[in-house]
């Protein structure tokens, strides 16, 4: 297969078989057309971008109804108001900035830049979040953004001084005319800065349920490089974030406008020893994504020997990559709890675990909760404290399969 950024060949280096749209949460006794397609990603052999085999239509995954909200999170919540701070601070200072959101969800960054009163567009195809958004006092355009777009834009609005992406432009296969779109839209001095999941953090930690439906592209600053250098722009900085996992965000810029930051040579050096995108390591990695799972259907088989309740705590969409792949449906675990409102009295895709409201969870609390919003494991601990004091304790399987609580 060729790669969707150079046409160079692929390497297949891990295979999930065959898994559902992880937001596709239906409803009991609705299940018989659900979606499935085959899971599996692979590396390109010349620009190094590691990305799905298989597209899924991105009709299915973002409409009306999709689920996620980017205000669910205290910590995301606070993350975002700080890059918004930070770009009026560093980037929005002209006389009438333009900044232009590209999958803005419920307005979580947008808001703070609202609130100062400058100029802003999200672009967000999902049309329930959209409106949520709208609410909060954000102006949204409910699209796909892409070239033609982003053209409109331009015409309408002038230049952006900066085009953002959080996790969403890892979802995007076209990308050729995403970024063509950004070059139409950016000012000469502009930036466009994005985070999504960073590879390197996926590999080290096994976090194979990163990869899902949704997550197209799994980034590294060798990649970004190699993508941005096709299409005129260059790579100037590089930041890791603790957020979802590990990401990074990426700062490109017209080629020759601004001076790289020492943080991507130094990415860029890291990379090259850990031999990061090379098969052999990539293939090393799905070694150990196959021994996490064994080992945590070991442990939940062991636990439902002796009698122990274990219930999910949350209806993520990476969960759908780990419920599908280990093979976990309601024999293991009773079913998953999530705060949206919007997943609750529906299953969970393709696995058809219950999911419930967090008043379930403590009624009455079970002996394990099966961890499947690890990356919020802080967060939810701090707030799941009664759970633990209870005698509860947490599975995660992240970067290996264990237990944290009472003794």
């Keep these: 297969m060729e790669c969707r950024i150079c046409s160079g060949r692929l390497h297949q280096f891990a295979d999930f078989g065959r898994q559902p749209v992880s937001d596709a949460f239906g409803t009991p006794g609705g299940t018989a057309s659900e979606f499935f397609f085959h899971l599996a990603v692979g590396v390109c052999e010349d620009c190094s971008m590691a990305q799905l085999l298989h597209e899924v239509d991105r009709e299915r995954m973002f409409h009306d109804d999709y689920p996620y909200l980017s205000s669910g999170s205290a910590v995301m919540r606070a993350h975002f108001d700080a890059?918004?701070?930070?770009?009026?601070?560093?980037?929005?200072?002209?006389?009438?900035?333009?900044?232009?959101?590209?999958?803005?969800?419920?307005?979580?960054?947008?808001?703070?830049?609202?609130?100062?009163?400058?100029?802003?567009?999200?672009?967000?195809?999902?049309?329930?979040?959209?409106?949520?958004?709208?609410?909060r006092g954000v102006r949204v355009r409910k699209d796909f953004f892409e070239a033609g777009v982003a053209a409109e834009i331009r015409a309408a609005d002038g230049p952006a001084d900066v085009v953002y992406a959080a996790n969403t432009l890892c979802h995007i296969p076209y990308m050729d005319s995403i970024l063509s779109g950004v070059d139409a839209l950016l000012s000469p001095g502009g930036?466009?800065?994005?985070e999504d999941p960073y590879l390197g953090?996926?590999?080290?930690?096994?976090?194979?349920?990163?990869?899902?439906?949704?997550?197209?592209?799994?980034?590294?600053?060798?990649?970004?490089?190699?993508?941005?250098?096709?299409?005129?722009?260059?790579?100037v900085d590089v930041e890791r974030l603790p957020v979802h996992g590990g990401e990074v965000r990426y700062t490109l810029a017209r080629r020759g406008a601004r001076m790289p930051s020492t943080a991507v040579a130094g990415?860029?050096?890291?990379?090259?020893?850990?031999?990061?995108t090379e098969p052999a390591t990539l293939r090393a990695f799905a070694a150990r994504v196959a021994a996490n799972r064994d080992d945590l259907v070991a442990l939940l088989r062991r636990l439902r020997e002796q009698g122990a309740r274990v219930y999910g705590y949350g209806a993520t969409a990476?969960?759908?990559?780990?419920?599908?792949?280990?093979?976990?449906?309601?024999?293991l675990v009773s079913f998953v709890c999530d705060t949206t409102p919007a997943k609750q009295g529906r299953l969970t895709p393709g696995s058809h675990l219950p999911v419930r409201g967090p008043e379930a969870f403590a009624d009455p609390y079970p002996d394990y909760a099966l961890l499947l919003a690890w990356n919020h494991a802080e967060e939810?601990?701090?707030k799941e404290t009664a759970?633990?004091?209870?005698?509860?304790?947490?599975?995660?399987?992240?970067p290996t399969v264990h237990t944290v609580g009472a003794s």
């Design 201 to 235: 953090d996926i590999v080290e930690r096994a976090s194979f349920d990163q990869i899902y439906d949704e997550h197209f592209y799994f980034f590294c600053a060798t990649s970004v490089r190699a993508m941005a250098d096709r299409h005129g722009f260059e790579l």
């Design 318 to 331: 990476k969960s759908a990559t780990v419920l599908n792949y280990c093979g976990i449906g309601p024999d």
């Design 380 to 382: 939810i601990m701090a």
């Design 191 to 194: 930036v466009f800065v994005f």
């Design 387 to 398: 759970f633990r004091e209870a005698g509860g304790r947490w599975i995660l399987y992240v």
């Design 267 to 276: 990415l860029l050096a890291a990379e090259r020893a850990a031999r990061l």
């Design 83 to 135: 890059l918004a701070k930070r770009l009026l601070a560093t980037e929005l200072t002209g006389p009438d900035p333009f900044v232009v959101e590209l999958g803005c969800n419920d307005g979580t960054m947008l808001a703070t830049i609202a609130d100062e009163g400058v100029r802003h567009l999200g672009v967000e195809p999902s049309g329930g979040v959209a409106d949520v958004a709208a609410a």
